[in-house]
């Protein structure tokens, strides 16, 4: 149980456009969702968290209208990644917390999305 | 400043051999302490969870210490495999809140 899939698992996409990653909860209800971002060699780094339903809460140093995150569902929430750059290229990964099957205060993370901006 | 800093930050081991990785934090008021294991570019996978009261956990070859007096915590493999090379990540969370501070990771690598 308590499994978190992401889509697409590897992106390339071209300088200046715009690329969405999908999170999803299979087995339970994600109260709460989280993106991170993780360069090569450094650890995970909070980017934002959402809770269903609600505007997502950015960290410092994060652009909001560059990092869209959507949560409409308990189960689904969404990351997109506007006017990309190649600076934006990352590990892009989210976890998700809460539900039937997950423990309130457990985060099971997904496989990550490999973003590559040329 | 809620830290948590690990070490060593890479490791190389012979296959069979043990060895130990350690955590040090300075989060405040603090929750609980998870130890991940992430493979090159997947997600990190739990491998154990320890609250304030909990001073050692097992998962198969793994086993996990708090001492949550002098803030550290440390992840034991035993007889370790090839599958075991990853990066292995000390994860801290606060009481009352939902975010986790995490290390940034003890790259094992485990050679025949």
């Known amino acids: 149980g308590a499994v978190v899939s992401q889509h697409p698992s590897r992106v390339i996409c071209k300088s200046g456009t715009s690329v969405k990653i999908e999170c999803r909860s299979l087995?339970?209800?994600?109260?709460?969702m989280f993106w991170y971002r993780q360069f090569p060699k450094q650890s995970l780094m909070l980017m934002a968290t959402?809770?269903?339903?609600?505007?997502?809460?950015?960290e410092q140093g994060v652009e909001k209208d560059k990092f869209l995150i959507n949560h409409a569902s308990l189960t689904l929430s969404t990351l997109t990644v506007t006017s990309a750059h190649p600076e934006d290229s990352s590990f892009y990964i989210c976890?998700?917390?809460?539900?039937?099957?997950?423990?309130?205060?457990?985060?099971?993370f997904g496989p990550g999305t490999r973003l590559t901006v040329t | 400043k809620n830290q948590v800093e690990q070490s060593p930050q890479s490791l190389i081991i012979l296959e069979g051999k043990n060895c130990t990785l350690q955590?040090?934090?300075?989060?405040?008021?603090?929750?609980?302490l998870r130890w991940y294991k992430q493979d090159t570019g997947r997600g990190p996978v739990s491998l154990t969870i320890?609250?304030?009261?909990?001073n050692t956990k097992s998962n198969g070859r793994y086993t996990a210490t708090l001492d949550a007096d002098t803030k550290q915590s440390s992840l034991h493999i035993t007889a370790s495999q090839l599958s075991d090379s990853a990066s292995y990540i000390c994860?801290?969370?606060?009481?009352?809140?939902?975010?986790?501070?995490f290390g940034t990771g003890t790259r094992l690598t485990v050679i025949p």
């Open positions: 976890s998700a917390s809460g539900g039937t099957s997950g423990s309130v205060y457990e985060q099971y």
């Open positions: 087995d339970f209800q994600a109260t709460t």
């Open positions: 959402s809770n269903e339903g609600s505007k997502a809460t950015y």
């Open positions: 955590c040090n934090y300075t989060v405040s008021p603090f929750s609980n």
């Open positions: 320890m609250t304030f009261s909990e």
């Open positions: 994860v801290v969370s606060a009481s009352g809140a939902n975010n986790l501070f």
